[in-house]
C-alpha cells in the first residue's frame, strides 16, 4: 500500500466517524477536529489549524465542512479533498434520509429530548477544551490580546445587529490590524503600543421545472451562505418557503430541527428538506425523496468543494507572506473570541440543572487531564442523557 493510500483510508475512518458523532455547531466540529487532526494524530500543528479555520471564514459555505474538505486537501491531495468531504457529509444524509421517511409516513419524530441532553452537556467541554488549546498559539503577542479583547467588545455591541454578518466584518477588521500592526512592528519599532494597531479597525416533466428550480435553490445557497450555519434559516425562509413555495412554514422549521439533532454539518438540512419536497411537494413518494434529498444534498455542499480547492492553490503561499502572516494571526484571535461567544451562549443553554453542568465539568477534566477522546464522551454523555433526562 503507498503512502497515498493510507493516507486516504486514515481521512476516510477519521471523518466517517466525525460524521457519526459530531453533533452540535460548527465550534464543536472544529473542537473535534483539532484534537483529532493536532491533538492525537499531529498531521499538521496548531498554528496551520488556525490558519485553516480562519480562512474559511472567508469563503461561502458551511465552514466545519469547509475545514474537513481542506484537511483532507493537505492530507493527501485532491482526492484527500473529496474523501474527507464525502466521508463527513454521507453519515448524516444516511440518518436523515430514515428520519425523513419516518416524518412523511407518520408525520412526526420519535423523542430524542434525553439523548440531546446529555450531548448538549458534553459538547460544552468539547468548546471548551478546543478554545484553551487554540488560545495558548493565537494569543502569544501583545497586539494579538488586543484584537481578540476588540473583538469581544465589538461582537457583544453588534449582538443584535442582523443587516449584515457581523463575524465576517469583525474577521476583516482583525486581518488588517493584524496585517498592519505586523509591518509596522517589521518597519517601525518593535514595541509598538497595541492601542495604536486596535482601532484602525473601528472605522422537464411537471416535476423537472420544481426540482431543477430545488436544485439551483440549494446551489445558490452553498455559493453564497457566509458564517454561521444557522444563516441557513432566512435563506430557506425567502428562497423554498415564500418565493418557491416547495415547503410550508412548519415542514421548513421541522427540517431545521432535524438538522440540528443529527450529527455533521448542519447544512445536511437540505438532505431532509429536499426529501419532503419530492416526497410530499412533488408527488412521487419515496423514491423521488430519496433522489430529491441527495440532489439537495449535493447542490448545497458542491461549491464548497470547488471553493476549497481554488483556496488551497494559494494558502500556503500567503501563509509565508509577512503582511497576510499578520492578517492570518489577526483573525485567529478574534476566531478564539467568536469560540468563546459560541460557548457562552451555547453554556447558558445547555447547563440548566446539577447533571448537565456535571457532565460537562467531568468531560473537561476527562479530556485535559485524562485525554479522553471526545467522540467516547459523546457516546457515554448520550447513554447518560436518555437515563437521566428521559
Request: charged fraction near 10%.
Amino acid at each position: 500500500m503507498t503512502d497515498r493510500h493510507r493516507r486516504l483510508i486514515e481521512l476516510a475512518k477519521l471523518f466517517t466517524k466525525l460524521g457519526f458523532t459530531a453533533f452540535g455547531g460548527p465550534a464543536v466540529h472544529a473542537g473535534m477536529m483539532e484534537e483529532e487532526v493536532v491533538h492525537r494524530r499531529g498531521w499538521i500543528d496548531r498554528q496551520h489549524f488556525l490558519d485553516l479555520l480562519s480562512a474559511v471564514n472567508f469563503i461561502p459555505g458551511p465552514n466545519s465542512t469547509e475545514l474537513a474538505i481542506h484537511i483532507g486537501l493537505e492530507r493527501a491531495g485532491f482526492a484527500g479533498l473529496i474523501v474527507a468531504g464525502v466521508c463527513f457529509i454521507t453519515p448524516a444524509v444516511l440518518i436523515i434520509l430514515p428520519l425523513a421517511w419516518l416524518y412523511t409516513t407518520y408525520g412526526q419524530m420519535p423523542s430524542v429530548n434525553g439523548v440531546l441532553h446529555g450531548i448538549g452537556a458534553v459538547v460544552i467541554a468539547v468548546i471548551a477544551v478546543a478554545m484553551i488549546r487554540l488560545a495558548r498559539a493565537a494569543l502569544a503577542p501583545p497586539l494579538l490580546i488586543g484584537i481578540a479583547i476588540f473583538t469581544l467588545v465589538a461582537a457583544v455591541l453588534l449582538r443584535h445587529v442582523t443587516a449584515f454578518p457581523v463575524e465576517l466584518l469583525l474577521l476583516m477588521i482583525a486581518a488588517i490590524a493584524g496585517a498592519m500592526g505586523d509591518y509596522l512592528r517589521r518597519n517601525i519599532h518593535p514595541r509598538l503600543p497595541v492601542v495604536a494597531i486596535v482601532p484602525i479597525g473601528v472605522g422537464a416533466s411537471g416535476v423537472a421545472p420544481h426540482l431543477t428550480a430545488m436544485v439551483l435553490a440549494f446551489l445558490r445557497i452553498g455559493a453564497t451562505l457566509f458564517g454561521s450555519g444557522y444563516l441557513l434559516v432566512p435563506y430557506l425562509q425567502s428562497g423554498l418557503v415564500d418565493r418557491l413555495h416547495l415547503l410550508s412554514q412548519q415542514q421548513m422549521q421541522d427540517s431545521i430541527a432535524i438538522g440540528q439533532i443529527t450529527p455533521g454539518p448542519l447544512l445536511t438540512t437540505a438532505t431532509f428538506a429536499g426529501y419532503v419536497i419530492g416526497h410530499t411537494k412533488l408527488g412521487g413518494g419515496h423514491s423521488l425523496g430519496i433522489l430529491a434529498g441527495v440532489l439537495a444534498t449535493v447542490a448545497i455542499f458542491a461549491p464548497s468543494f470547488v471553493f476549497v480547492a481554488l483556496l488551497g492553490r494559494f494558502l500556503p503561499a500567503l501563509r509565508r507572506m509577512p503582511p497576510a502572516r499578520g492578517a492570518l494571526d489577526g483573525m485567529n484571535a478574534a476566531v478564539v473570541v467568536m469560540i468563546f461567544l459560541v460557548l457562552v451562549k451555547l453554556a447558558s443553554t445547555s447547563l440548566t440543572n446539577a447533571w448537565s453542568i456535571g457532565i460537562a465539568v467531568v468531560g473537561c477534566v476527562m479530556m485535559l487531564v485524562w485525554n479522553i477522546n471526545s467522540t467516547l464522551l459523546i457516546i457515554g454523555a448520550a447513554a447518560i442523557g436518555w437515563i437521566v433526562f428521559r
